[in-house]
């Protein structure tokens, strides 16, 4: 009999469709597809499963690989190796009893790939036979250890000598689901009582005051489908972390003065879209909204919508603001520049599997490319905010360094920095303090200064 799985929002499916799924998201992966875009293509009364047993799986990949490596040293067909690596991982977790998992494994080999459903049941027999002994032998395997790449591993031992371990076993862990109540709709404190009538957050969650130049995320300790957020659909909360969160106060109050009413401000790099709702939600700004993918912009486009906020939305190259830009200067500039996402891996454990170490240098130079052309933009006087969800330096505070020495007109202002998803860096409530993320905030002097 078929072991059946099931979520608040879907119907219970059997789990060996579920790892069918998983192995395809996960062979998807180890072709270089983002886990998002493969899951795109499941049926809605599946996806959620399947992508719970994906991200299950992306955390152990590197033990799975290196399991798999020393069962099967030659890699089978690339599906039935995913669905190899997929039982592996599962099995060294807690989700499911492992010989239920063997037998929904097998079942799943046998509807997609019949011919080596023999080789799935004799891999993962022997597995749970040798359990023990297998284990042991990757004790001194950094890759199976911390399940990060070598080179993504060694970069953490170079930029946070102190906190590599604690960054990497951070990866590992569930996020909570963080919340920012819109100002414009009501209070932080007013949304906080709706979401405990809902049952959805416990009495004794921190009472948070509104103060509109600090973030003041309300963090759910589990993932909710938005539905049952109180007024979602109302655009009376959005979902964002609470570090992302930090970015539109930090430029609307840069310098201590709230931007005025009309002030142009530019959101480059744009999409989803949730820091140009927020920066909307803040003050009453002329936005333009700027992105390379125009797929993605529609997406700003939809977030704005549910909250009932305008913006321009541009699709183009932020780095070649001749091809879109009016000539009329920026108030202040918003540049959520593309990076790596190192910053963002618990909740895309994908991320790791598919960047590469040469990535990390030509995103630096992207980065260089946009801030270089964006500068000119903004008014003297004027702030420009730069960040990234990344951890590593050379994506963060090594841009900003770079920058400040080939840029006269250029002056830091306090930011936070990089900020690490590590117990070192929670908030003193204890309230998870969000993703890995860096902050940079500079002002160009005025004329004639």
């Known amino acids: 009999m078929s072991k059946t799985v099931s979520t608040s929002s879907t119907p219970s499916l059997p789990l060996w469709q579920l790892l069918s799924g998983c192995a395809d998201v996960v062979a998807a992966v180890r072709q270089g597809q983002s886990m998002t875009d493969a899951l795109a293509d499941r049926k809605a009364t599946e996806r959620p499963g399947v992508q719970a047993l994906s991200c299950a799986v992306m955390r152990r990949l590197g033990t799975a690989q290196a399991l798999r490596t020393r069962l099967v040293p030659k890699a089978p067909q690339p599906w039935v190796d995913a669905l190899l690596l997929s039982a592996l991982s599962l099995a060294c977790g807690t989700e499911y009893n492992a010989h239920t998992l063997v037998d929904q494994a097998v079942e799943a080999a046998k509807r997609r790939a019949k011919p080596a459903s023999g080789l799935v049941n004799a891999v993962l027999r022997r597995f749970l036979r040798e359990e023990a002994a297998l284990l042991a032998e990757l004790e001194d395997d950094p890759v199976a250890h911390f399940n990060h790449p070598a080179w993504w ?6 930029d946070w000598p102190e906190h ?8 590992q862990e569930q996020p909570p689901m963080p919340l920012r109540a819109n100002l414009r709709h009501g209070s932080t404190a007013a949304y906080r009582a709706r979401l405990i009538e809902a049952g959805l957050l416990p009495d004794d969650a921190p009472v948070l005051a509104d103060a509109p ?8 300790p589990h993932g909710v489908p938005v539905q049952r957020l109180p007024g979602f659909d109302q655009g009376d909360v959005s979902v964002q972390d609470a ?6 106060p930090l430029l609307v109050y840069a310098g201590g003065q709230k931007l005025p009413a009309g002030a142009r401000v530019l959101d480059a790099c744009a999409a989803p879209g949730g820091k140009t ?9 002329d936005v333009t909204a700027l992105d390379a993918d125009p797929e993605r912009l529609v997406r700003v486009t939809e977030t704005l919508q549910r909250q009932g906020l305008q913006a321009r939305t541009v699709a183009a190259d932020a780095s070649q603001p001749n ?24 909740r895309h454990p994908d991320v790791r599997w598919l960047r590469r170490d040469t990535d990390i240098a030509a995103l630096a130079r992207t980065q260089d490319a946009i801030l270089n052309a964006l500068w000119p933009l903004l008014k003297p006087g004027g702030h420009l905010l730069y960040c990234t969800c990344s951890v590593f330096k050379m994506e963060g505070q090594d841009r900003i360094d770079a920058f400040l020495q080939r840029t006269a007109d250029a002056q ?4 936070p920095g990089h900020l690490l998803p590590v117990v070192e860096y929670l908030d003193p409530t204890g309230q998870d303090r969000g993703d890995g993320f860096f902050y940079a905030l500079l002002t160009k002097a005025p004329t004639g200064s």
């Open 153 to 158: 591993i060694k970069r953490l031992q170079k």
């Open 164 to 171: 590599w371990q604690a960054i990497l076993m951070a990866n």
């Open 213 to 220: 130049d600090q973030p003041q995320p309300i963090v759910l």
């Open 243 to 248: 570090a992302a969160q930090i970015a539109a």
């Open 277 to 285: 709702a927020h920066l909307l939600e803040l003050a009453d700004l």
């Open 323 to 346: 091809r879109w830009w009016d000539g009329q200067p920026f108030d202040a500039i918003l540049l959520d520049a593309p990076c790596s996402a190192s910053g963002i891996v618990r």
């Open 412 to 415: 830091a202002l306090p930011a």
